[in-house]
């Protein structure tokens, strides 16, 4: 299902890149982006639950600009700041996964280094463990729930 | 004409086939050839002997004035016919002195192609055709002289005569073609018909002097005589043909053909009776001093040549008689004691005359004609050496100012000759018979032949003096003299000067003789300055280039590749700087407008090449690379060239990865130079790059002409049917372009997949055979 | 501009020529980059410099709306680009196989060839 | 419309383009190359017949008009240095077949020569400045290519000389292209040419010749810019050597002739005269450096250097009989120096090395070997009457009418010590007896089943040699008629661009 | 009000290219300032992907035409699809070879879960795991 | 490099993108910046990535045929392209335009600077995929 | 007043170029000057965005989207070289 969608994203993607609205355009986009799944086809073994996730996808989208614009103020912040190294707290944390297949913990941990103060540096090889670089350790725990916010909220987009 | 000319060339090639299925009997067979040429150069005895002289003409290149014309003369024939006479006998000589040599072909080959260079070197009238042949002789001469090619000794001395001849003939090539501008013609006979065009060119010298070096160099002139000897190496037969009619005689040829052309001046009459005497007495004295028979025969080759060039330079009628008759009798007894020697050498298995003695009665016939030919050597009457010998006298007495002179080395030499006649013709002969390494007995026929005919025929002359001189001489004589000259020739002139001389020498070279070998003691006291003669020089200037090729080797391509690379962009920024300032007016221009971020992006520029340049870290280079094509492409960006941008981005970022994937096993940045190196380079770059500064201000001040890419734009939609003219320009205009690039890059695959897999394989082989 | 460009590309030949005149292989390479983007930059240069005027036409029009950047310039330095690219792609393998079988990087271990 | 313009490159590049779509079938690209070398040869001499019947025969990629597309320009210079490129080709190809190793084989030979041979023939054909360098390009990648086929050591030492020192002419080449462009606006050389007859600014045009001169000088391999050759040209395998000593330098003073004759003939006292001493420097160190050497190729790797030297001192006097014979030079250099890196071959196939002080015994065990050498030998020494005399002649005399006393004797000297090294090779190779340590010395007596394929290109290109020695007059007439188009550059202007200038 | 609307745009253009050039410089700074490569990437990898969102944002209002809208939007999305990766794998690969942590790091709860030798990175849940089969290290 | 699953599961939903837009980029480069060297660039970029996350065999597998045959096809086709005016008296280069009707998508223009074009993508495609593989597989 | 704005911008971009090409000299190792050199590339891409409203052509654009989708692979590149044990050059 999620191939189909990706089909229809990719056909969407030509169209909006050719600029040409027209029928004929929109099924050579849907061509082409098949022909490209299809090379990849093997690789990926992908749920459905398609349609219903719209709606969450956009809304994860406002809460991630938002998350970006706020965090990203804070870093300015800092970064501004003359006694900088008094206000970073960084170190690594272990973040135990509830996402389990490889498409739900790569969408997490990229959402996760795009929003200021967390960036993921690797999954375990038993990929239960995120591991995560973070600016500011003062609060772990409010972190780890921002996180685990983040989590659901993927989640919810992706199930 | 021309394939007489050319049928010994013809005859050489197919000489191996015939050896094949005639073995031992293919020298007669082939000696059919020069015999049957001398045959034919004979019909045109009565033209020439009414004066006349026969001129045929084939095209070769007409283009370039070279052309295949021959000219019969006096001279030009009677050097054919010595040349095709002589010829026959020695092809028979060979066929018995080489018998069971394994290069025999080969040698029919050589010997039949040299006759036929030699045969077109004289009856050429055409300037570089003679020129062609006279080049062929020295090369012929070259594989013959090696003969022996597994001898180093015989290798050396094979590659002197050519060095020596082939040099002086690049200089002839140089005053032919002077002397061919000069006279507006390459046509010997066109340019001899009016001599003073040549005399009162401003090129005269220069032509005289690059000919003479030719002629010199060939016929074995003081200081080049050491050659001639050296070429000994060579077997018995090729010493014959070479050194009686043949190539050594081909200077004295050119000198007497272009007597009339060049001669008469006081620099010709000078120069030539200088250096000819000088060297007269040189071979006659190296010849006494020498003992091996062959050598000493070859000495008095040098003396015979430089009595030619003598008297080719005194230029009065009487010199000219002397010289063709002296041509004449030096051919026919050189050819036959030469032949007579290698019959001794070949019989008894020594060349040296103090080891032998008492031959004659073992090989009676050999030294009857041995004896004979001797004596026309020495000018004994009534052999035809006798004559000349005689004419010969008589021209140094009235050379003018070098009379005196001349007249000593000529009586000098003609004592030391005399002597000469007696070491090859007496001694190995007479008295007690000496042990030898061989059983020796009387040589086969084809090796009696040439001794037996020619030295008859040096008798037959002698007695009969009007015959050479109605035949041959005359016309000779009007040849090399450029007009008639009224003469006969005799054997008695009555009691005058010259027949003094003649007695004289007569008795003082009997006594040299009888005291061969205390005199020989006596000259060997003279040794040190051989070792400093020309020979030594030679040696000196061989060793010079060698040395000098090694040293400039070592300088320029001495395997750095940095020196490479600086002396092209030196010599860049020298050509093009020089060009610049000395052919335009170099001024500064103004900057225009820059707007504030044009500045941060080439500073970035800039400094991003300049960080690569300085830093430690080479992945740190690898990413200012980076920057530095970022930068680009933002330029390309600013100065509206989107696709250029793309591009430039893409490959950026591909060469990053491919410099990635490449430095993992290369080791880090090394600095290896010194700081003083580091600065050289510095000013090195520094140049090349403000070069390349001014250039583009200076260029972009002058737009001579508008683009044509206008006319590209104006056609890219209506014409093209496309909107991004630099796609229409490269997939359309100049799509020709594009596949050569793209061919560009296939073949860079190519390469990196044959450097990287062909490696791969080689290992795997390479563990498979452990 | 094309004066300051002038500058820079100047630079960049310098930076290139100096380390194609270090001993080390692994300079060699980066001054052979430096070299061919100069020469590059200063073909697009010494054109002529426009800005903000790329040379391509609008749909549905015949020509340029105004005066366009000179596109044969740009082609043939996009064709200069791919070549040297491809030269460059060459001689980088060629430097690290020279490596491998020399057994260093230093360029006068490297002159046995010559004499 | 001609297409036989157009053949010599697109039969190579179909051919190299084939030969790797099979690049897993060794069988199919030895025939594509036999059939392929040979097309080119037919086609070439298609055109040189064409051209020398009609003149200038040009042909418009694209059909769009000159100078507005690129075109392709037969003059009888470039349809003879197109011949010589296919005769070069079919000899190496044959010549290949038997000598090239299966590794070299598997890992696109075939191709690499076709696309080399396109590359050159590109060069020779187009009319367009830009294009050259794109041929120069096409050709130099093959060659690096083909110069590291094998992975040895001595072919990565050259390599690495050969590729950089040439990166560098090619982006002075560059550079050159880009300057002019900006002055005139056009990349047609017929149309620069047109355009730059006046000008406001004469001394700037000398300027960017200089450049010009400087790349096809490192190209050509001229004093002092050379260093990449002997450097390299005696590490790959010999079929390439000889291919590359054949053609490549050749391309390198074709651009010579046509830049210097075409485009800047302005200021002919300053840019000739630099040439005609280069010319004469490169004749003497060439020469001095064969000298120092005791190695078969490299001895003919530095006469290659001292041979261009003749080639540019016959565009450097620039008078017609000095063009003729640089015309000349050049068809008789190719046919022979190709032709005895091929015997040096032969040798090295015999007895295992070209080191002269292993080699020895040829002339005793072959003596039909000796004289196939000894042709282009002495013809590389000028001796008469094979080719390269008549191409010396008519330098010299050219030299000696423009009263360049000194670059003549020069000239002449330099004939002299090439005799010196081609009799070292004779001397040693072929008179000397073989060496006893030569291991491979059985092999002089054994029979080759392969070496017939080996012979048939020597023998071929001797013929050849001799051809032009024995019957010159056809080739100086063709050497004439070309010099005649390349001093008078109207026509080529005429020819191109339909205006009379 | 169309002069109205095009001098909003004007605004919100000039807004988003002073805010995303903002942030590019507060990447830049950030880079330059942070102690060590973490905290560095931190702000590469946010306010410089912010930042070229946001420019780009601004040129779709700029040139509100279907064609360019799509294509700022397609960097857009382009950027936040490449820059985590990116960020991720330059982020691994700089712990895992060793680049040193700032001083300041008050805690690295990854060190411990690291073998340099296998480079196997574990969660500390294998012994459960180790039960049911499913520890692959190093797949 | 030690398996990435960010970078793995990134490179399956990049590599259908990159793909797709390199065509885009090759189909509109006659109108638009693009063309047949930067799609082949991209689409190399795009297997590149591939390589990177999942190792080469993976890609090999993935690419199914040989990058030779990619860029000696692309090289065929190239210049083919130049030929066909050679047969109608044309010079070589010379531009033909077919409109071919296809059925639902309506008339399309087939050109030879297209088919130019394409061999211009399979050449660079597989140039530098040749290159960079082999590259690759030496360091291992 | 846009025109004020867009100058200020790029001063502000030229800036945050200058200062990214500071810290990829500095390194002290690779992936600092790694995370550099992505930092250039997306002030590259502030660049075109400005440049585009500046001139008002919007096929810059089109290198952004290659720049977008490409560019990374040069650090992914450097990782990968990392993890297979190149040298971390500081
Ligand atoms: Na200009
Ligand atoms: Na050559």
């Given at each position: 299902m999620i191939g189909f969608a990706w089909n229809i994203l990719l056909g969407l993607a030509w169209v909006a890149l050719t600029g040409n609205f027209s029928g004929p355009n929109l099924f050579m986009g849907l061509l082409l982006g098949y022909l490209s799944l299809a090379m990849i086809q093997s690789q990926l073994s992908i749920l459905d639950g398609y349609a219903q996730r719209v709606p969450r996808v956009i809304g994860f989208g406002f809460f991630f600009i938002g998350e970006l614009i706020k965090a990203n103020l804070r870093v300015a912040q800092d970064i501004m700041r003359p006694e900088m190294e008094k206000a970073i707290s960084p170190g690594v944390i272990a973040f135990p996964l509830e996402a389990r297949s490889d498409v739900e913990i790569t969408f997490l941990a990229n959402a996760i280094s795009l929003t200021p103060g967390t960036l993921s540096l690797d999954v375990s090889d038993d990929r239960r463990v995120l591991y995560i670089h973070a600016m500011y350790m003062a609060d772990e725990a409010a972190l780890l729930e921002d996180i685990k916010n983040m989590e659901r909220r993927v989640l919810r987009i992706l199930r | 004409m021309l394939l007489a000319v050319l049928s010994g060339f013809l005859v050489a090639i197919a000489a191996p086939w015939l050896y094949q299925s005639l073995q031992d009997r293919a020298g007669w067979v082939l000696a059919l050839l020069p015999a049957a040429l001398t045959v034919y150069f004979a019909t045109f005895l009565p033209q020439v002997m009414a004066g006349e002289a026969v001129l045929i003409h084939y095209d070769w290149v007409p283009g370039l004035e070279i052309n295949l014309s021959f000219l019969v003369d006096g001279l030009s024939l009677m050097f054919a016919l010595l040349i095709s006479l002589i010829g026959t006998f020695i092809v028979l000589y060979a066929s018995g002195y080489l018998k069971g040599d394994e290069y025999l072909p080969r040698f029919y080959v050589l010997i039949l192609s040299f006759m036929a260079a030699m045969l077109g070197l004289v009856l050429s009238d055409n300037l570089i055709t003679l020129f062609v042949f006279w080049e062929l002789t020295s090369i012929i001469s070259y594989m013959l002289i090696g003969h022996n090619h597994e001898d180093k000794e015989a290798r050396k001395c094979a590659l002197q005569g050519l060095f020596v001849t082939v040099g002086g003939g690049l200089a002839l090539l140089a005053g032919l073609i002077l002397m061919a501008g000069v006279a507006g013609s390459f046509s010997l006979h066109e340019i001899l018909n009016d001599g003073d065009v040549l005399r009162d060119s401003h090129l005269y010298v220069p032509i005289l002097i690059l000919v003479l070096a030719g002629c010199f160099t060939k016929s074995a002139q003081v200081p080049f005589h050491f050659w001639l000897p050296n070429a000994m190496a060579a077997p018995t037969p090729v010493s014959a043909y070479l050194h009686s009619a043949t190539m050594v005689k081909a200077g004295v040829y050119l000198l007497a053909r272009l007597n009339p052309g060049l001669g008469g001046?006081?620099?010709?009459?000078?120069?030539?009776?200088?250096?000819?005497?000088?060297?007269?007495?040189?071979?006659?004295?190296?010849?006494?001093?020498?003992?091996?028979?062959?050598?000493?025969?070859?000495?008095?080759?040098?003396?015979?040549?430089?009595?030619?060039?003598?008297?080719?330079?005194?230029?009065?009628?009487?010199?000219?008689?002397?010289?063709?008759?002296?041509?004449?009798?030096?051919s026919l007894y050189k050819g036959a004691l030469f032949m007579v020697a290698g019959a001794v050498d070949h019989e008894a298995g020594t060349k040296d005359v103090t080891k032998?003695?008492?031959?004659?009665?073992?090989?009676?016939?050999?030294?009857?004609?041995?004896?004979?030919?001797?004596?026309?050597?020495?000018?004994?009457?009534?052999?035809?050496?006798?004559?000349?010998?005689?004419?010969?006298?008589?021209?140094?007495?009235?050379?003018?100012?070098?009379?005196?002179?001349?007249?000593?080395?000529?009586?000098?030499?003609?004592?030391?000759?005399?002597?000469?006649?007696?070491?090859?013709?007496?001694?190995?002969?007479?008295?007690?018979?000496?042990?030898?390494?061989?059983?020796?007995?009387?040589?086969?026929?084809?090796?009696?032949?040439?001794?037996?005919?020619?030295?008859?025929?040096?008798?037959?002359?002698?007695?009969?003096?009007?015959?050479?001189?109605?035949?041959?001489?005359?016309?000779?004589?009007?040849?090399?003299?450029?007009?008639?000259?009224?003469?006969?020739?005799?054997?008695?002139?009555?009691?005058?000067?010259?027949?003094?001389?003649?007695?004289?020498?007569?008795?003082?070279?009997?006594?040299?003789?009888?005291?061969?070998?205390?005199?020989?003691?006596?000259?060997?006291?003279?040794?040190?300055?051989?070792?400093?003669?020309?020979?030594?020089g030679y040696f000196k200037v061989m060793e010079g280039l060698v040395w000098t090729a090694d040293w400039q080797t070592r300088v320029l391509q001495n395997g750095y590749l940095r020196n490479y690379i600086m002396t092209i962009v030196l010599t860049t920024v020298g050509l093009v700087g020089y060009a610049l300032f000395s052919r335009y007016d170099v001024s500064l221009v103004a900057f225009g407008e820059i707007r504030l971020h044009e500045y941060a992006v080439a500073g970035l520029l800039v400094a991003s090449a300049l960080f690569a340049c300085i830093t430690q870290s080479r992945l740190g280079a690898v990413a200012s690379a980076g920057v530095f094509g970022f930068a680009i492409a933002l330029i390309f960006i600013l100065f509206s060239a989107p696709d250029l941008g793309i591009t430039q981005i893409l490959v950026e970022t591909l060469t990053v990865i491919l410099l990635i994937l490449v430095l993992f096993r290369l080791p880090g940045f090394i600095n290896f130079s010194s700081p003083g190196a580091r600065l050289r380079d510095a000013g090195v770059a520094l140049l090349l790059g403000g070069l390349m500064t001014l250039l583009i201000l200076t260029t972009v001040e002058h737009q001579f002409h508008a683009p044509i890419s206008e006319w590209m734009i104006d056609r890219s939609v209506p014409e093209a049917y496309g909107r991004n003219i630099v796609n229409v320009i490269l997939v359309d205009y100049r799509a020709l372009d594009t596949l050569g690039e793209i061919f560009v890059l296939g073949l860079a695959a190519i390469g990196v997949y044959a450097m990287i897999k062909l490696k791969a394989e080689n290992r795997v082989k390479d563990e498979k055979e452990c | 501009m094309e004066p300051l460009l002038?500058?820079?590309?100047?630079?960049?030949?310098?930076?290139?020529?100096?380390?194609?005149?270090?001993?080390?292989?692994?300079?060699?390479?980066?001054?052979?980059?430096?070299?061919?983007?100069?020469?590059?930059?200063?073909?697009?240069?010494?054109?002529?410099?426009?800005?903000?005027?790329?040379?391509?036409?609008?749909?549905?029009?015949?020509?340029?709306?105004?005066?366009?950047?000179?596109?044969?310039?740009?082609?043939?330095?996009?064709?200069?680009?791919?070549?040297?690219?491809?030269?460059l792609a060459f001689a980088v393998v060629l430097i690290h196989r020279a490596y491998e079988v020399v057994k260093a990087d230093d360029l006068d271990q490297m002159k046995d060839t010559d004499t | 419309?001609?297409?036989?313009?157009?053949?010599?490159?697109?039969?190579?590049?179909?051919?190299?383009?084939?030969?790797?779509?099979?690049?897993?079938?060794?069988?199919?690209?030895?025939?594509?190359?036999?059939?392929?070398?040979?097309?080119?040869?037919?086609?070439?001499?298609?055109?040189?017949?064409?051209?020398?019947?009609?003149?200038?025969?040009?042909?418009?990629?694209?059909?769009?008009?000159?100078?507005?597309?690129?075109?392709?320009?037969?003059?009888?210079?470039?349809?003879?240095?197109?011949?010589?490129?296919?005769?070069?080709?079919?000899?190496?190809?044959?010549?290949?077949?038997?000598?090239?190793?299966?590794?070299?084989?598997?890992?696109?030979?075939?191709?690499?020569?076709?696309?080399?041979?396109?590359?050159?023939?590109?060069?020779?054909?187009?009319?367009?400045?830009?294009?050259?360098?794109?041929?120069?390009?096409?050709?130099?990648?093959?060659?690096?290519?083909?110069?590291?086929?094998?992975?040895?050591?001595?072919?990565?030492?050259?390599?690495?000389?050969?590729?950089?020192?040439?990166?560098?002419?090619?982006?002075?080449?560059?550079?050159?292209?880009?300057?002019?462009?900006?002055?005139?606006?056009?990349?047609?050389?017929?149309?620069?040419?047109?355009?730059?007859?006046?000008?406001?600014?004469?001394?700037?045009?000398?300027?960017?010749?200089?450049?010009?001169?400087?790349?096809?000088?490192?190209?050509?391999?001229?004093?002092?810019?050379?260093?990449?050759?002997?450097?390299?040209?005696?590490?790959?395998?010999?079929?390439?050597?000889?291919?590359?000593?054949?053609?490549?330098?050749?391309?390198?003073?074709?651009?010579?002739?046509?830049?210097?004759?075409?485009?800047?003939?302005?200021?002919?006292?300053f840019t000739h005269n630099i040439l005609l001493w280069g010319a004469a420097l490169t004749m003497l160190t060439g020469v001095l450096g064969a000298a120092a050497q005791f190695e078969f190729r490299r001895i003919l790797s530095f006469h290659i250097i001292s041979q261009i030297g003749y080639m540019i001192m016959g565009v450097a006097l620039y008078t017609p009989l000095a063009i003729v014979g640089g015309v000349f030079y050049i068809m008789h250099h190719i046919i022979v120096k190709t032709n005895l890196f091929l015997v040096a071959g032969v040798a090295y196939r015999l007895l295992g090395s070209y080191e002269l002080k292993d080699l020895g015994g040829l002339y005793r065990k072959r003596?039909?070997?000796?004289?196939?050498?000894?042709?282009?030998?002495?013809?590389?020494?000028?001796?008469?009457?094979?080719?390269?005399?008549?191409?010396?002649?008519?330098?010299?005399?050219?030299?000696?009418?423009?009263?360049?006393?000194?670059?003549?004797?020069?000239?002449?000297?330099?004939?002299?010590?090439?005799?010196?090294?081609?009799?070292?090779?004779?001397?040693?190779?072929?008179?000397?007896?073989v060496p006893e340590h030569n291991q491979n010395a059985h092999r002089l007596d054994s029979q080759d089943s392969q070496l017939w394929l080996m012979y048939t290109p020597i023998i071929g290109l001797a013929l050849c040699t001799l051809f032009i020695g024995l019957y010159g007059q056809p080739i100086y007439e063709l050497a004439a008629a070309s010099a005649e188009q390349l001093i008078d550059p109207s026509q080529y202007i005429e020819a191109v661009l339909g205006v009379q200038p | 009000m169309t002069e109205f609307l095009s001098t909003l745009s004007g605004l919100l253009v000039g807004f988003l290219l002073l805010l995303g050039a903002g942030f590019m410089v507060l990447a830049a700074v950030g880079i330059l300032r942070l102690p060590d490569l973490p905290t560095r990437m931190h702000a590469s990898t946010k306010a410089g992907a912010l930042g070229a969102s946001l420019t780009m944002l601004a040129v779709a209002f700029h040139l509100p035409e279907g064609a360019v809208v799509a294509r700022a939007l397609a960097v857009i999305v382009f950027i936040l699809l490449t820059a985590p990766v990116a960020a991720h794998v330059?982020?691994?690969?700089?712990?895992?070879?060793?680049?040193?942590?700032?001083?300041?790091?008050?805690?690295?709860?990854?060190?411990?879960?690291?073998?340099?030798?296998?480079?196997?990175?574990?969660?500390?849940?294998?012994?459960?795991?180790?039960?049911?089969?499913?520890?692959?290290?190093?797949? | 490099?030690?398996?990435?699953?960010?970078?793995?599961?990134?490179?399956?939903?990049?590599?259908?993108?990159?793909?797709?837009?390199?065509?885009?980029?090759?189909?509109?480069?006659?109108?638009?910046?693009?063309?047949?060297?930067?799609?082949?660039?991209?689409?190399?970029?795009?297997?590149?990535?591939?390589?990177?996350?999942?190792?080469?065999?993976?890609?090999?597998?993935?690419?199914?045929?040989?990058?030779?045959?990619?860029?000696?096809?692309?090289?065929?086709?190239?210049?083919?392209?130049?030929?066909?005016?050679?047969?109608?008296?044309?010079?070589?280069?010379?531009?033909?335009?077919?409109?071919?009707?296809?059925?639902?998508?309506?008339?399309?223009?087939?050109?030879?600077?297209?088919?130019?074009?394409?061999?211009?993508?399979?050449?660079?495609?597989?140039?530098v995929l040749a290159i960079v593989i082999a590259l690759a597989e030496a360091e291992d | 007043m846009l025109d004020t704005v867009i100058v200020f911008v790029y001063i502000l971009l030229a800036l945050a170029l200058i200062l990214s090409f500071v810290r990829l000299a500095k390194g002290p190792s690779l992936p600092d000057r790694v995370v550099a050199l992505e930092l250039v590339a997306s002030i590259v891409m502030g660049m075109i965005a400005v440049y585009t409203v500046d001139t008002g052509v919007d096929k810059f654009i089109d290198v952004a989207v290659v720049m977008a989708l490409m560019a990374f692979l040069a650090a992914i590149g450097f990782a990968r070289y990392l993890e297979k044990g190149g040298e971390r050059d500081d």
């Open positions: - | 001046t006081e620099l010709w009459m000078t120069i030539l009776p200088i250096f000819g005497a000088l060297t007269m007495f040189t071979g006659a004295y190296l010849a006494v001093r020498s003992t091996g028979i062959k050598r000493v025969l070859a000495y008095s080759t040098v003396m015979a040549l430089g009595t030619l060039t003598m008297l080719v330079g005194i230029g009065t009628e009487t010199a000219m008689i002397a010289f063709a008759c002296f041509l004449m009798a030096h032998l003695g008492g031959l004659r009665r073992k090989m009676p016939i050999t030294a009857t004609f041995a004896a004979i030919a001797a004596l026309s050597l020495a000018g004994i009457p009534p052999l035809f050496g006798f004559v000349a010998k005689e004419l010969l006298f008589e021209s140094v007495l009235e050379a003018g100012g070098l009379a005196f002179f001349l007249s000593v080395l000529a009586m000098a030499s003609a004592v030391l000759v005399i002597a000469v006649a007696a070491i090859v013709a007496i001694r190995p002969f007479w008295g007690q018979l000496k042990e030898t390494p061989k059983k020796p007995h009387e040589a086969p026929l084809p090796m009696l032949l040439g001794p037996i005919v020619l030295a008859s025929l040096s008798l037959f002359f002698g007695v009969l003096v009007f015959i050479p001189d109605a035949l041959l001489v005359q016309a000779t004589v009007l040849a090399v003299y450029g007009e008639p000259v009224d003469f006969y020739l005799s054997l008695w002139h009555g009691i005058n000067a010259p027949l003094m001389m003649s007695l004289a020498s007569l008795v003082l070279g009997t006594l040299l003789f009888l005291n061969w070998d205390r005199v020989r003691g006596a000259m060997g006291k003279l040794d040190w300055l051989y070792d400093r003669g020309p020979e030594a | 002038a500058i820079v590309v100047g630079a960049s030949y310098a930076a290139g020529i100096y380390m194609m005149l270090r001993r080390s292989i692994v300079k060699l390479v980066i001054g052979i980059i430096l070299f061919s983007n100069a020469a590059n930059l200063l073909f697009f240069t010494s054109a002529g410099l426009t800005r903000g005027a790329p040379p391509l036409i609008p749909e549905g029009m015949l020509g340029p709306e105004g005066a366009v950047a000179d596109p044969l310039p740009q082609a043939l330095v996009l064709t200069a680009i791919v070549i040297a690219f491809g030269v | 419309m001609r297409p036989e313009v157009a053949l010599p490159i697109l039969i190579p590049l179909l051919a190299g383009s084939l030969s790797l779509v099979v690049w897993r079938s060794v069988v199919l690209q030895r025939w594509i190359a036999v059939f392929g070398t040979g097309a080119l040869l037919y086609a070439s001499v298609w055109l040189l017949m064409t051209t020398h019947r009609e003149g200038h025969v040009v042909m418009e990629m694209g059909n769009w008009p000159a100078p507005f597309g690129i075109v392709f320009v037969a003059d009888l210079l470039g349809a003879i240095m197109v011949v010589l490129t296919g005769i070069m080709g079919f000899a190496v190809a044959l010549y290949s077949l038997a000598t090239t190793g299966k590794d070299h084989e598997k890992f696109g030979y075939f191709p690499l020569m076709h696309l080399l041979l396109a590359g050159v023939a590109g060069a020779f054909l187009t009319g367009d400045i830009f294009n050259m360098f794109v041929w120069f390009e096409v050709m130099l990648i093959a060659s690096f290519a083909l110069l590291i086929l094998g992975g040895e050591r001595a072919q990565m030492e050259g390599a690495i000389k050969y590729v950089t020192l040439n990166l560098i002419s090619s982006m002075i080449f560059l550079t050159a292209i880009g300057l002019l462009y900006g002055l005139v606006g056009s990349l047609n050389m017929a149309d620069i040419a047109y355009k730059l007859q006046t000008v406001e600014e004469p001394g700037l045009v000398t300027v960017i010749g200089m450049l010009f001169m400087i790349s096809f000088g490192v190209k050509a391999g001229a004093f002092p810019l050379f260093f990449w050759l002997p450097a390299s040209y005696h590490t790959p395998p010999v079929a390439v050597s000889a291919l590359f000593a054949g053609l490549l330098t050749k391309v390198g003073v074709y651009a010579l002739f046509r830049v210097f004759t075409l485009i800047f003939n302005q200021d002919v006292e003596p039909f070997l000796g004289f196939l050498f000894l042709i282009p030998a002495l013809s590389l020494a000028g001796l008469p009457p094979l080719s390269g005399f008549f191409a010396k002649f008519v330098i010299i005399r050219a030299g000696l009418e423009a009263e360049e006393w000194v670059v003549t004797g020069i000239a002449l000297l330099v004939g002299l010590l090439t005799l010196y090294s081609m009799i070292k090779i004779w001397a040693e190779a072929f008179w000397k007896a | 330059i982020g691994r690969a700089g712990y895992f070879v060793g680049v040193p942590l700032w001083k300041g790091t008050v805690k690295d709860e990854l060190k411990k879960h690291y073998d340099p030798e296998s480079h196997s990175l574990e969660s500390g849940f294998e012994s459960r795991r180790s039960e049911t089969g499913a520890d692959q290290p190093g797949r | 490099m030690g398996h990435s699953l960010i970078l793995q599961t990134a490179a399956r939903f990049l590599l259908p993108l990159q793909l797709l837009f390199s065509i885009f980029l090759l189909l509109r480069g006659h109108d638009e910046p693009g063309g047949g060297f930067i799609a082949g660039l991209v689409a190399a970029g795009a297997f590149a990535l591939y390589l990177f996350a999942f190792g080469i065999p993976a890609t090999k597998q993935l690419l199914r045929v040989s990058p030779h045959d990619l860029f000696g096809w692309g090289l065929f086709i190239g210049t083919l392209a130049a030929v066909p005016p050679l047969f109608m008296d044309l010079p070589l280069f010379t531009a033909l335009w077919w409109d071919v009707p296809v059925p639902m998508i309506g008339e399309i223009k087939l050109n030879t600077p297209l088919l130019f074009d394409v061999g211009v993508y399979l050449t660079v495609l597989g140039s | -």
